[in-house]
Nanobody, 118 residues
Framework: QVQLVESGGGLVQAGDSLRLSCATS????????MAWYRQAPGKQRELVAR???????NYADSVKDRFTISRDNVKETVWLQMNSLKPEDTAVYYC????????????WGQGTQVTVSS
C-alpha cells in the first residue's frame, strides 16, 4: 500500500544538525527520483533537494554544502541530512515522489516540522 512517512523533525538551535527520514512503500521507489521540499509560513513551497533513481543529486542554493540527500533502494527510504542549521531553515519539510508516468503518479508525505532557534 502507498505510504510516505516523514520523521526526524524537531526543535534545535542554530548550528545543530537533524536527519529527516522518509520511509516509503508501494510507490515503485526504485525507478523514481525523490525530493524534499519545505514551506515556511506565508511563503511558497520550495524545492530543497532532489535525488535521481541513479543517486544524482541537486540542491537549492540556500542549502548547498549544508544539506545532503541520500537514498537506499532496498530500504525504500530517502534521507535529508541537515547540518549547520539556521533559523531561516525553519519550515515544514515534505517528502515528494514525483510523477513519472500516468501509472507512476505523484505522492507526498504529510510533512515534519523543523524549527531552528537562534
Amino acid at each position: 500500500q502507498v505510504q510516505l512517512v516523514e520523521s526526524g523533525g524537531g526543535l534545535v538551535q542554530a548550528g545543530d544538525s537533524l536527519r529527516l527520514s522518509c520511509a516509503t512503500s508501494g510507490i515503485m521507489f526504485t525507478i523514481r527520483p525523490m525530493a524534499w521540499y519545505r514551506q515556511a509560513p506565508g511563503k511558497q513551497r520550495e524545492l530543497v533537494a532532489r535525488i535521481s533513481s541513479g543517486s544524482n543529486t541537486n540542491y537549492a542554493d540556500s542549502v548547498k554544502d549544508r544539506f545532503t540527500i541520500s537514498r537506499d533502494n532496498v530500504k525504500e527510504t530517502v534521507w535529508l541530512q541537515m547540518n549547520s542549521l539556521k533559523p531561516e531553515d525553519t519550515a515544514v519539510y515534505y517528502c515528494n515522489a514525483p510523477r513519472i508516468s500516468s501509472v507512476v503518479t505523484e505522492y507526498w508525505g504529510q510533512g515534519t516540522q523543523v524549527t531552528v532557534s537562534s
